[in-house]
C-alpha cells in the first residue's frame, strides 16, 4: 500500500501541509511581535515622543511587508485572523500618528492591507483619540481636545457609509458601533468640560471684580454665565 499510487498523492499533501504549517508558525510568530511593535509606537505618542514613534512607526512597516511577503502562495494564510489583526494595529498607529500630527494618510496599497482591515484601523485608531482628548481635559486644556473629537465624529460619518455585509468587511459594523459608544461618551465628557470651565472662568471674573471694589456682585456673574449657556446652544 505504501507504493501504491494513492500514498504518493497523500504523501505530497503531506509535504505541502508541513511546508504550510511552517509558514503558518513563522506568521503567528511574526504577527505577534508585529502587535507589540505598534502597541510600542502608539505609547511613545501618548508620551509625545514622536521621534520614537516614528521610529517604531518605520519598524512596524518593515515588520509587516516581511511578514506578508512569504503569504503570496498562501492566500488562506494573508486572510486568516491574526494575520488581519497586525496588520490592522499597522494601520491603526500609522493613522493615529498622521491624525496627531497632521501628516499625510497612508493608503492600504501603501501598509498592504486589504480595505476591510483599513477600515476596521481607521475605526480603532478614531477611538484612540478619547484618551488624547481626556488627557488634555485633565490638564484644563479643553479647546485643544475638542479637535479630537471632531477626528473621531469625522471618521464615524465615513464608517456609517459603508453598508456591506459583514462578510465583505470583516464585522466592520460592530467597530462602528463601538466607535459610535467612545464618541457619544467623549463628546459628553468634553461639554461637561467645557461647561465647567466657563463657570470657573466666570467665578474668576466675579473674584477679580470683588477684589477691585468694582460692586460686580453675583447676579452679574451667572447672567454672564446664562449667556454663554445661551450662546452654547445657539
Excluded at 502597541?39 to 509587516?64: K, P, V
Excluded at 488562506?76 to 496627531?100: C, N, P, R, S
Excluded at 471618521?155 to 459583514?166: G, R
Excluded at 462578510?167 to 463628546?187: K, P, S, Y
Aim: charged share 30%.
Amino acid at each position: 500500500m505504501t507504493d501504491s499510487p494513492l500514498a504518493a498523492i497523500v504523501d505530497g499533501i503531506i509535504q505541502e501541509m508541513e511546508r504550510i504549517n511552517a509558514v503558518r508558525d513563522e506568521t503567528l510568530t511574526r504577527s505577534r511581535a508585529l502587535i507589540r511593535t505598534c502597541a510600542h509606537s502608539i505609547r511613545a505618542m501618548h508620551r509625545h515622543e514622536m521621534d520614537e514613534a516614528a521610529t517604531l512607526l518605520a519598524q512596524a512597516q518593515a515588520d509587516a511587508a516581511a511578514m506578508v511577503a512569504p503569504l503570496a502562495d498562501f492566500p488562506d494564510l494573508y486572510h486568516t485572523g491574526y494575520t488581519q489583526d497586525a496588520l490592522k494595529e499597522v494601520v491603526e498607529a500609522h493613522l493615529v500618528f498622521a491624525f496627531i500630527t497632521g501628516g499625510d494618510f497612508p493608503t492600504p496599497a501603501d501598509l498592504q492591507v486589504t480595505g476591510a482591515t483599513y477600515l476596521k484601523g481607521m475605526s480603532e485608531a478614531a477611538t484612540e483619540m478619547r484618551r488624547f482628548a481626556l488627557d488634555l481635559m485633565r490638564r484644563d486644556q479643553v479647546e485643544a481636545a475638542e479637535p479630537f473629537l471632531q477626528m473621531m465624529d469625522d471618521v464615524y460619518s465615513l464608517q456609517v457609509t459603508v453598508d456591506f455585509p459583514d462578510a465583505v468587511t470583516m464585522g466592520l459594523r460592530r467597530q462602528t458601533d463601538v466607535l459610535r459608544g467612545v464618541l457619544e461618551r467623549t463628546r459628553g465628557d468634553l461639554t461637561m468640560a467645557m461647561r465647567q470651565e466657563k463657570m470657573r472662568t466666570a467665578l474668576r471674573h466675579f473674584e477679580q471684580a470683588s477684589r477691585a471694589g468694582e460692586g460686580e456682585d453675583e447676579e452679574l456673574v451667572l447672567e454672564e454665565w446664562d449667556e454663554g449657556e445661551e450662546g452654547e446652544k445657539g
